[in-house]
Antibody
Framework: EVLLLESGGGLVQPGGSLRLSCAASGFSFSSFAMSWARQAPGKGLEWVSAISDSGDRTESAHSVRGRFIISRDNSQNIVFLQMNSLRVEDTAIYYC????????????????WGQGTTVTVSS | QTVVTQEPSLTVSPGGTVTLTCASSTGAVTTGYYPNWFQQKPGQAPRALIYGTSNKHSWTPARFSGSVFGGKAALTLSGVQAEDEAVYYCLLYYGGTRVFGGGTNLTVL
């Protein structure tokens, strides 16, 4: 069974940093691209960032570019989201998702989601 | 800023058929945008239904189907069941980046 378990969420002040982790199991992690998406309270989904299977290619939404960095450790089956210069509007549930293929091109889409971790940015 | 637009809400009767659409502010949606569709019920994580316009995952019920027509991506539910009541999101790929639609709140009534 494919499982994605996010962690690292919490309360942080505006301007602060947080690193989210997503531990993957049940599939050949190093063969698949991974993504992060988020959902603000009562709002819709927003794609945040994606990384290819080897980690050599990353993509990020305009809203987080220059502040958030996605990375992965294929030896530990973990994908990370380093979030810097956090803003109140970054408050959301952050979901980790597995892509259906190795690249970030989208040909195989997104297939499995984690349960999410909550990030609250507030003073 | 690219905007992906979905119907905010739709209502369908049990056993009926409903089509949800997904439009792009950049122009006509084609298969090259690899439309994905997701279902989300209250308090739950999203669940993937469709990828690459019309491909189903192994767990996707047969009553769900995806297509592109009239310049939009579409998700059609045939023989709707009460359990299909949920919010449905489309996702379009623009090169490496991607954008979610605002979601359609589907009511089965």
């Amino acid at each position: 069974e494919v499982l994605l378990l996010e962690s690292g969420g919490g309360l942080v002040q505006p301007g602060g940093s947080l690193r989210l982790s997503c531990a993957a199991s049940g599939f050949s992690f190093s063969s698949f691209a991974m993504s992060w998406a988020r959902q603000a309270p009562g709002k819709g989904l927003e794609w945040v960032s994606a990384i290819s299977d080897s980690g050599d290619r990353t993509e990020s939404a305009h809203s987080v570019r220059g502040r958030f960095i996605i990375s992965r450790d294929n030896s530990q089956n973990i994908v990370f989201l380093q979030m810097n210069s956090l803003r109140v509007e970054d408050t959301a549930i952050y979901y980790c998702a597995k892509e259906g293929g190795s690249s970030t091109s989208g040909y195989y889409g997104v297939d499995v989601w984690g349960q999410g971790t909550t990030v609250t940015v507030s003073s | 800023q690219t905007v992906v637009t979905q119907e905010p809400s739709l209502t369908v009767s049990p056993g009926g058929t409903v089509t949800l659409t997904c439009a792009s502010s950049t122009g006509a949606v084609t298969t090259g945008y690899y439309p994905n569709w997701f279902q989300q019920k209250p308090g739950q994580a999203p669940r993937a239904l469709i990828y690459g316009t019309s491909n189903k995952h192994s767990w996707t019920p047969a009553r769900f189907s995806g297509s592109v027509f009239g310049g939009k991506a579409a998700l059609t539910l045939s023989g709707v069941q009460a359990e299909d009541e949920a919010v449905y999101y489309c996702l379009l790929y623009y090169g490496g980046t991607r954008v979610f639609g605002g979601g359609t709140n589907l009511t089965v009534l």
